[in-house]
């Protein structure tokens, strides 16, 4: 069992700059793929970013390209999401999600087995 949890979120103005953490629990997390999704009122979640176990691939949204870099410590068992010159169209519940696969494509479609309960992120002036 992985349990997850989101730190980092708050209020930022627009071209800003956040980091949101995402600590799991559990012996394997260097094994697993990790993600970054959000959900925006009254829109689907939506896939931001994700990463294998090692941190060689990474995958990025097109919306989020240049601005958003994903990033992990395995020692730590923490994944990072690094958001710059936000938007407010970024504005959003962050939800970070787990999966044992070492690099999962279902993970990055929104398929992940463990998810934390999501940190508010909002994007305003």
């Known amino acids: 069992q992985v349990q997850l949890v989101e730190s980092g979120g708050g209020l930022v103005q627009p071209g800003g700059s956040l980091r949101l953490s995402c600590a799991a629990s559990g012996r394997t997390f260097s094994s697993y793929s990790m993600g970054w999704f959000r959900q925006a009122p009254g829109k689907e979640r939506e896939f931001v970013a994700a990463?294998?176990?090692?941190?060689?691939?990474?995958y990025l949204a097109n919306s989020v390209k240049g601005r958003f870099t994903i990033s992990r410590d395995n020692a730590k068992s923490t994944v990072y999401l690094q958001m710059n010159s936000l938007k407010p169209e970024d504005t959003a519940v962050y939800y970070c999600?787990?999966?044992?696969?070492?690099?999962?494509?279902?993970?990055?479609?929104?398929?992940?087995?463990?998810w934390g309960q999501g940190t508010q992120v909002t994007v305003s002036s």
């Open positions: 999600a787990a999966d044992i696969l070492p690099d999962s494509p279902r993970l990055r479609s929104g398929v992940a087995p463990y």
């Open positions: 990463l294998s176990w090692s941190g060689g691939n990474t």
